[in-house]
């Protein structure tokens, strides 16, 4: 069973649409992310939720608009995907805020062409 | 802010090659410390931590201790196998979120 599982798993899309990302976990966490790889390898938080309640919201374009139906789901939408949105995008969710102890799913790889 | 500097890389070795990849960290008050790493096609993996100072963490022959004094959170390893081959991250942890350094992509060659 995978533990962090996003879908889907690579996206290529045109400049100007909107696209969505799930993400599910089944470890029982509390606490879940959204992080952005770029083609650099730098990993930069977006987002994170705790029990449903955004936690940390990273000066992200309002472009980007995550949502978490429960706390074992949290899900990223964009709207009108822009070049610079092209990355590798991770989901990572964790037992609470504090630990540091991240489990990562395998990323989706967004490409807007 | 809180800020992690990490070795610039690529590091290529040879197998069975001594391993340091060196990180410093910026933080207030005092944070846990990680490593982290990324196996191609793969997403991010806990290697190790340390949570005060002076801590060793290790793991699959990797070891890195939390250095105060130095602000340094260095990982080492004996012997590196070609298996180790991965993008390694180290990273910072307080204030409900992780702050990562820019990765170290390592490659061992037999």
């Known amino acids: 069973d995978t533990a962090v599982s996003q879908t889907p798993k690579y996206l290529v899309t045109q400049m100007g649409n909107d696209k969505s990302i799930k993400c599910e976990q089944n470890?029982?966490?509390?606490?879940m992310y959204w992080y952005k790889q770029d083609s650099k390898k730098f990993l930069k938080i977006m987002f994170s939720?705790?029990?449903?309640?955004?936690?940390i919201n990273e000066t992200v374009p309002n472009r980007f608009s995550p949502k978490s139906p429960d706390k074992a789901h949290l899900n990223l939408h964009i709207n009108s995907l822009e070049l610079g949105d092209s990355a590798v995008y991770f989901c990572a969710s964790s037992p609470g805020q504090d630990t540091g102890e991240l489990f990562f799913g395998e990323g989706s790889r967004l490409t807007v062409l | 802010g809180d800020s992690v500097t990490q070795m610039e890389g690529p590091v290529t070795l040879s197998e069975e090659a001594f391993l340091t990849i060196n990180c410093t960290y910026t933080a207030t008050g005092y944070p846990s410390l990680f490593w982290y790493v990324q196996y191609p096609g793969e997403g991010l993996q806990l290697l190790l931590k340390a949570t005060k100072a002076d801590d060793k963490g290790s793991n699959k022959g990797f070891e890195a201790t939390y250095r105060k004094e130095t602000t340094s959170f260095h990982l080492e390893k004996g012997s590196v196998q070609v298996s180790d081959s991965a993008v390694y991250f180290c990273?910072?942890?307080?204030?409900?979120?992780?702050?990562f350094g820019t990765g170290t992509r390592l490659t061992i060659i037999p």
């Open positions: 939720y705790n029990n449903k309640e955004l936690i």
């Open positions: 990273a910072l942890g307080g204030n409900e979120k992780l702050t």
């Open positions: 470890l029982g966490h509390d606490t």
